[in-house]
Every structure is written in structure tokens, then in C-alpha cells.
């Protein structure tokens, strides 16, 4: 997913369309948990507006690696902590799965109805591209991503202790060096590529 100036049309919509809906599925999982404070933020909203980081996002389009900004919680807040986590951190990758697979359906319709054109296609591929990256990527365990949260609360008590103190200092360094040697890569395409299959396996029966 590089830069690509011919696709721009295409791919800032999408990519806003991924971020926000991202962002907007940790604060509203957030607030239905108890805690109100992303509310307070201003971040219960799919203004894409409210959740740019304005270097993570260019970072996102030039390179296919980047952030938006992270929605604020307070975890004393959660009715259940331990569920509150669990879902809040989960609720992001769970929403950008969501919208890829309702791309591949509008996909899938409007091929069926005659009413693709060129500019919907690209819009709608790129729509599956980004959501799909956005959600296996923030699964993979490592902060500041949602994957880390997820683990660190699996895990039994001293396993998570040692596991946080771990990546807490070094997380960013590993994660910068997962992405630039290409592992990221090799751990999220085979899911992605997956996933997308499915969906598309699944949408081809239907239609």
C-alpha cells in the first residue's frame, strides 16, 4: 500500500472511513462499559476530524504504516475492568472487520445490479485493503496497538507483569522493527488475504 498519486481519490476517503470507524468503536464500547471519558474527549463521533493524528495518517497513505490518535479510557471506570479491556480493545479491529465485510457486499450487489463503475470499484477495494490491515494490525500484541491490551489481560498475573514490563520499554522499538524488516507483513497478510476470502467465498454463494 504505497504511494500511489493516481489512487489518492480513492484511498484518503477510505482510509478516513477506516480510522473513524476504528477509533469511534473504542469510545462508544468504552462509554456502553461505563466509562465516559472519550465522551468528554469529544471522540463519540465519526468525525474523522476528532481522531487524526496528522503524521500517523500521511505516514498511513506514503508508507502503509502509521496511527491515528488513541482514544482516552479510564479503566477504573469499567463496571468489569477486566471485560471493559477486553472489549474496548477489541472493539476496534472488530469494527474495521465489520466494514470490510459490508464493502465486499456493496461490492458484490452492485456488480450483481449492473451499477459498478471504475471509480466505485477502486473506492470499495481500497474500502476491504485498509480495514482489513487496520484490524489484524492493531491485533498484533505490541503497544501501543489494541493487541497488546488483549494479551496483557489473558495472560495469567505474572506472566501479563513480566509481559508489560517488557514491551512498556521496549514495545515501540520492536514494533518499528517488526514493520521496516517486513514481518508485519508476513504476519498479516496471510490473515487478511484469509479473511478476505472468506468473505468473498461466503458472498459468491449468496449472490
Known amino acids: 500500500m504505497m504511494l500511489d498519486l493516481s489512487t489518492m481519490i480513492y484511498r484518503i476517503p477510505a482510509l478516513l472511513f477506516a ?52 482514544v482516552p479510557i479510564n479503566v477504573n ?62 491485533l498484533i500484541p505490541i503497544p501501543p496497538l489494541d493487541g497488546s491490551r488483549i494479551l496483557s489481560e489473558l495472560l495469567p498475573a505474572k506472566q501479563s507483569w513480566q509481559f508489560n514490563n517488557i514491551v512498556d520499554r521496549y514495545g515501540f522499538f520492536i514494533l518499528i522493527a517488526l514493520v521496516f524488516t517486513g514481518i508485519t507483513g508476513m504476519i498479516i497478510n496471510p490473515l487478511a488475504n484469509g479473511y478476505l476470502m472468506l468473505v468473498n467465498s461466503l458472498l459468491r454463494i449468496v449472490f
Open 77 to 138: 471506570n469499567f463496571r468489569n475492568r477486566r471485560e471493559g479491556i477486553l472489549k474496548v480493545s477489541f472493539a476496534g479491529p472488530a469494527a474495521n472487520l465489520f466494514l470490510c465485510f459490508l464493502a465486499a457486499l456493496l461490492m458484490a450487489l452492485t456488480n450483481r445490479l449492473g451499477l459498478m463503475s471504475d471509480g466505485m470499484y477502486r473506492f470499495l477495494l481500497w474500502m476491504q485493503l485498509y480495514n482489513v490491515w487496520f484490524a489484524f494490525f492493531n
Open 19 to 70: 480510522i473513524s470507524i476504528h477509533e469511534y468503536a473504542h469510545a462508544q464500547c468504552a462509554d456502553s462499559m461505563g466509562d465516559p471519558t472519550a465522551r468528554y474527549a469529544g471522540r463519540l463521533t465519526f468525525n474523522p476530524l476528532a481522531h487524526l493524528d496528522p503524521i500517523g495518517a500521511v505516514l498511513l497513505v506514503v508508507a502503509g504504516f502509521g496511527w491515528a490518535k488513541g
